[in-house]
């Protein structure tokens, strides 16, 4: 068997899967954050175009993937899926294990899956510019990839000490003409307020959503875009399990289970929505997991409760499993996971016992990612080694029980813009983080009290 | 037709193409530097295994792909070919376009085609450790990493003011596994006695070079590897012409013109030498272009004469486009493209008329890359950004002649560890550096009066 099993172009998906269509229960409602009411696609007009609205809410199975997009897509899909045989012989786990690789894509993650489709829905509706928020970084870069194929403007509202931390990631958006501000920056009314409060406030991603969400909200020619957690962006994440599925029937095999890490849950809606829809048919069984990590443990140890999206409690109210809107979690490196909340959907899902959720320390997660990088070559991003690590876990249980699993991971992105941890790793200075229960239990005491 | 020229895991190469076997005069002796007289064989042994010393001066066609290496080479091969259409029309040429893209593996350059190699035939020798130089760490990235797939240690003496300068590259060394030392460092004889006479010296090149020679010859264990200039390591990179053969045949194209950054030579080597071969042939007639920063015209403004391949002059004498050994370019950001002299193989086909030359200064260059970038969606090293700037050349050439010509390039690698450089250029900082004649004269008057 090979060790890398391909796709042709024509294998790309002509469609994006949609889970809404088999929910076993129906969603909860978005509130307004005003008035608690469920909120109504005219609320989110100013934001979206009413394409990505319409994909929000729908409840067709197959949503078809424009040609357009398929064309940009086809730059670097279909991505290849390995049988990791060298990290099999290096564990020395009878278990096959299996990962998908997304950072191939220009950006080096699976961002651009969502990036082009929202730039070309918005290019479609008449849209000039596309206002976003960025951490890391990874998503702003993607977005202003999208925008530049499709001959958008870009804004991105940087946290202020990402913006000076990694300066790469400020430089690889600017290289693709997107113009990139440190946020809070002056361009925004939100901005400004904080600016007279706090003038060398280093920014953070509640205060960066606002000053995009206002940027389009006060701007005919610009919408907002959002690189996880909602409905559409999960949506056009599920390219790499369909993929995939396709992938392990050329490698003559099924995964027991799908591993993926969890930030806002994209990268595991991606791959693992379409095999959960087997689990749901109960046609198969696959185990979905979904890794955070420790010191950021929403699913693990949060409550599934309504909460604001951002810090500054301006996003409507969605129902997730959530650590509180103001929990600030430590400094680790996988920044694409910080995020106090989740996926409406992964959260549901989780909830109902259809996804499981494992939560582990960075240390452990870079020796895995190091062992990983070492026998299948590919140096790892810091979030996609929390999947990396689940896998190991697994195959090495597996042992133990004498069984012989497959196991499926999702390789999310490399990590050539995260070498700074790992020279920490390998100098001994990369700390673990777990937050003490009673500062959780004091975040969840602020959740809002509406809804259900 | 497809935008993407895609071959099968079946379709990677089984043989290199050597073309010593088809040279139109015989290649000028190799010399010993301290005798004067054609180096032999066993000279080498030293430093390198009997199976890469005979590959350097085999007039064997074909020499094939040993097994462990194509299936290391299968973890990224056949790398993509692109009809590079976005990039016609954004530039509004008539003529196709094509490209190689060889950031597609591990390491995100070329270079693991010849480190995989490297490693595995000196495993096959029993040797435990390789030894090599490297200076803004393109290559020791690639040795490091296939040192880590045949389990041998690497030691990387880096030239010290980019050990400081780029220390990600470094990190992506180390995470590898390798060891890596600033040069000049205490570790050789040859670092000690730099030191003693300059504690801050910056190190060069050459000094690496000096050091990682010293490590490899005094050590039974040890070898020493190269990441251009020598034949077998030409020979290694065919693989990427010998693909782009069967991807222009699927295009149903043939390439006029087949353009290449030139800095030792072996990415130039590996996409040209399969098409030169049918030039020499005379079934085709293709024009192979080797382009190099203005800042070190070796091709283009050196001479053809016996010369050292290092600065502290301990290398064999080798006949070949030179700048002269104490030559030192100008601090441009094609840091890999910054050597005094060039491939023997390279220079005698040059010298024959068979390979052309041009050079560029690195702020058109830059705009080049940044065209590319914007509309291929790829972010271009800054050496084979030089390739893409030609290629726009010769398309706008093409179109005042009232032409349609096909132009294939080699895309070598990525640009994700050179942000830097792109945000200079970005900011206005970026100036072109070209030495005034009398430099290069000066430098040339001082070569070694040995040989033809």
Chains 1, 2 share one sequence.
Not at 186 to 194: A, E, L, M
Not at 305 to 317: E, H, N, V
Not at 422 to 446: M, N, Q, T
Request: hydrophobic fraction near 35%; include cysteine.
């Amino acid at each position: 068997m090979e060790t890398k099993i391909v796709l042709k172009d024509s294998e790309i998906p002509k469609t994006w899967y949609n889970i809404l269509s088999d929910l076993p229960n129906p969603p909860a409602p978005v509130l307004h954050p005003g008035t608690g009411k469920p909120i109504t696609p005219d609320d989110l007009l100013p934001l979206f175009p009413m394409s990505l609205i319409e994909q929000e809410v729908s409840t067709q199975r197959f949503i078809p993937i424009p040609d357009e997009v398929r064309k940009v897509y086809a730059l670097w899909r279909p991505t290849p899926m390995y049988r990791a045989k060298r990290l099999e012989a290096a564990i020395g786990t009878r278990s096959r294990i299996y990962y998908k690789y997304e950072g191939t894509s220009p950006a080096g993650s699976h961002k651009p899956n969502t990036s082009i489709p929202q730039a070309y829905y918005n290019k479609m509706a008449g849209r000039k510019r596309i206002a976003t928020e960025t951490g890391a970084g990874q998503w702003g870069s993607a977005l202003a990839l999208g925008a530049s194929f499709f001959g958008l403007e870009a804004k991105v509202y940087m946290v202020k000490v990402s913006y000076h931390q990694k300066p790469y990631r400020r430089m690889l958006m600017e290289s693709y003409g997107a113009s990139v501000v440190p946020s809070p920056s002056g361009d925004t009314q939100s901005g400004r307020n904080i600016l007279a409060g706090d003038p060398d406030s280093p920014g953070s991603l509640g205060i960066a959503i606002s000053e995009a969400v206002e940027d389009a909200a006060t701007r005919e020619d610009t919408s907002y875009a959002l690189g996880s957690v909602l409905n559409h962006v999960l949506l056009h994440q599920t390219v790499i399990g369909l993929e995939c599925r396709k992938q392990m029937k050329k490698a003559g095999d099924y995964p027991d289970v799908v591993i993926a890490c969890c930030g806002g849950g994209s990268n595991l809606a991606g791959i693992g929505f379409p095999f959960l829809r087997d689990k749901i048919a109960g046609s198969k069984n696959p185990r979905v997991v979904a890794v955070e990590p420790a010191s950021c443990p929403t699913l693990t140890k949060g409550v599934y409760a309504y909460d604001f999206g951002d810090t500054a409690r301006l996003t409507p109210l969605v129902k997730m499993y959530t650590l509180g809107h103001d929990f600030v979690p430590a400094g680790i490196h996988a920044g694409g996971l910080r995020y106090h909340g989740d996926s409406p959907l992964v959260s549901q899902l989780c909830h109902e016992g259809l996804i499981e959720a494992q939560a582990y320390p960075q240390t452990v997660v870079f020796q895995s990612a190091l062992v990983f990088a070492k026998s299948e070559g590919i140096l790892p991003a810091p979030e996609s080694s929390h999947a990396i690590h689940s896998a190991i876990v697994e195959a090495k249980n597996a042992d133990e029980e004498g069984k012989e699993k497959a196991i499926l991971f999702n390789l999310s992105g490399h990590g050539f813009f995260d070498l700074a941890a790992y020279d920490d790793f390998l100098a001994g200075r990369l700390v673990d983080h777990e937050h003490p229960e009673s500062k959780i239990r004091e975040a969840l005491d602020r959740l809002p009290k509406t809804g259900g």
